[in-house]
C-alpha cells in the first residue's frame, strides 16, 4: 500500500498535477511519518503549490529525521523569505547562496531571496555585494537583470540621500542635483545648480560643458539663437579650463560644420581626436568635413574607422557611399548604400512596434545629411 501512494505521488509530481501529488504523499505520511524523504516530497510539492506554512512545517520534520538534506534546507529557507520571516531564512540562504555544490537554479532561488531578506532588513551593502554576484553567475537572465537593477537603483538613492544630509551645500550635491534635473528636462533648473557648482570652484572641469549641453537641449525645444550662442561660449570656456575634453572641441567643430565654416572644423574635429581615436562621432564629423571639402581619399579612412567602431551607424554607411561615390568605386558604393538601407529598415522596424530606445547623449550625434534618400 505505501508503494502505491508513493508511485502515484511521484508520477503526479512529475505530470504537475500538484493537487494529485499532494494527497497521495499526505496519505503517505500517515502511513511512514517516520521516513524523511515522505516530508521532503511533500514539502517540495506545498512549496510549488505556494503553501509556503505547510512547506516550512514539511520541511522542518524532513530535517529533524535527515538533517543532511542540504535541498531541503535551501527550500526551507526560501519558504521562510517567502513568508517575510527573514532572520530566520537569512543563514539558509546565505549557506545555499555560497555553497559551490549548490544545484545551479537553487542557487539563482537562493539568491533572488537574499536580495529580498537583505532589503528588508535594511543590510543595503549586502544586498549590493549579492547583487553583483548574480550579475556575474546568470549574466543574460532578464529576472536577474530586473532585481539586481532595482538594488543598484536603490543603493544610489540612498547614497544621494546621505550626501544631501552630510554635505548639502557642497559641489558634489549641487552636481547631483543639476545631473537630475538636466535628465528630466529641467533645464533651467539645471543651470542653476552647475553654476552653484561653478560658483564655490570657478575652474571645475566639466562644469561650462554640461552648462552647453543643457543649453543646446533647450535650444532645441525653443529654437532658440540664443542659447545656441551661449551654448558655444560654454563650450569655449570649458577648453580654457580643460584643452583636452574632447566633447568640448566636438561640439563647437560641429557648430561650425553646420555654419560651413569647414576649415575651423576640420581643426576642431582633429583637436578631438588628438589622443581620442575612437571618438566615432569626431571621426563621423571629420569624414563629412572633408567629403565637403572634396578630398574624399582624406575622409574614407576617418569614415572606415567610424564603421569599425560601431558598424551599426547607418550615418556612416551613408556618408561611406558618398565618397565611394566621388572615389568612382562604384561596386563599393553600391555595398555600403545597401547596408545603410538594410539599417535603416531595421531601425524603422524597431520605432515602428516601439523598441527602440533612445539613450541619454554625451554629445550631438551625426545625422543623416540634408537631401539623403528617404
Known amino acids: 500500500m505505501p508503494q502505491h501512494y508513493a508511485e502515484h505521488g511521484q508520477r503526479a509530481l512529475a505530470e504537475g498535477r500538484l493537487q494529485d501529488a499532494e494527497k497521495a504523499f499526505e496519505k503517505l505520511r500517515s502511513l511512514e511519518p517516520g521516513v524523511a524523504e515522505v516530508h521532503a516530497n511533500l514539502g517540495l510539492v506545498y512549496f510549488q503549490e505556494g503553501k509556503f506554512e ?5 520541511l522542518r520534520q524532513t530535517l529533524k529525521l535527515k538533517p543532511s538534506l542540504t535541498k531541503t534546507d535551501s527550500l526551507l529557507a526560501i519558504s521562510l523569505s517567502e513568508l517575510g520571516r527573514y532572520n530566520e531564512a537569512l543563514p539558509g540562504l ?13 542557487k539563482r532561488m537562493c539568491g533572488l531571496q537574499l536580495l529580498r531578506v537583505y532589503s528588508g532588513l535594511k543590510r543595503d551593502r549586502n544586498a549590493l555585494d549579492t547583487a553583483l554576484e548574480l550579475n556575474r553567475l546568470y549574466s543574460d537572465d532578464p529576472e536577474i537583470l530586473y ?4 538594488i543598484y537603483g536603490n543603493y544610489a538613492f540612498l547614497t544621494m540621500q546621505k550626501l544631501a544630509r552630510v554635505a548639502p551645500k557642497s559641489i558634489w550635491r549641487y552636481q547631483t542635483l543639476a545631473e537630475a534635473h538636466e535628465s528630466q528636462g529641467a533645464y533651467d533648473s539645471a543651470i542653476n545648480e552647475y553654476q552653484q557648482v561653478l560658483a564655490a570652484d570657478p575652474h571645475r572641469p566639466g562644469i561650462h560643458y554640461r552648462i552647453g549641453r543643457t543649453l543646446l537641449a ?11 550662442a551661449q551654448a558655444l561660449q560654454e563650450f569655449q570656456l570649458e577648453l580654457e579650463i580643460n584643452p583636452s575634453n574632447a566633447n568640448a572641441s566636438y561640439e563647437i567643430a560641429e557648430a561650425h560644420r553646420n555654419a560651413g565654416q569647414l576649415e575651423e572644423a576640420e581643426k576642431l574635429f582633429e583637436q578631438a581626436l588628438n589622443g581620442h581615436p575612437d571618438f566615432e562621432e569626431a571621426q563621423l564629423g571629420l569624414g563629412a568635413v572633408l567629403t565637403s571639402l572634396q578630398r574624399p581619399a582624406d575622409a574614407l579612412p576617418h569614415l ?12 556612416a554607411w551613408y556618408r561611406l557611399s558618398q565618397v565611394q561615390r566621388m572615389l568612382g568605386n562604384d561596386g563599393e558604393r553600391q555595398k555600403a548604400f545597401t547596408e545603410f538601407e538594410r539599417l535603416r529598415r531595421e531601425k524603422s522596424s524597431r520605432e515602428a512596434v516601439g523598441i527602440e530606445v533612445e539613450n541619454p547623449e554625451e554629445v550631438t550625434k551625426q545625422q543623416i545629411d540634408p537631401g539623403a534618400p528617404k
Open 94 to 106: 546565505e549557506t545555499c547562496f555560497r555553497r559551490a555544490s549548490t544545484d545551479p537554479e537553487i
Open 54 to 58: 505547510e512547506a516550512v512545517s514539511a
Open 218 to 228: 533647450r535650444s532645441h525645444q525653443t529654437a532658440s539663437s540664443s542659447d545656441l
Open 147 to 150: 532585481h539586481t537593477g532595482k
Open 304 to 315: 572606415q574607422e567610424a564603421i569599425r567602431l560601431n558598424g551599426a551607424n547607418e550615418v
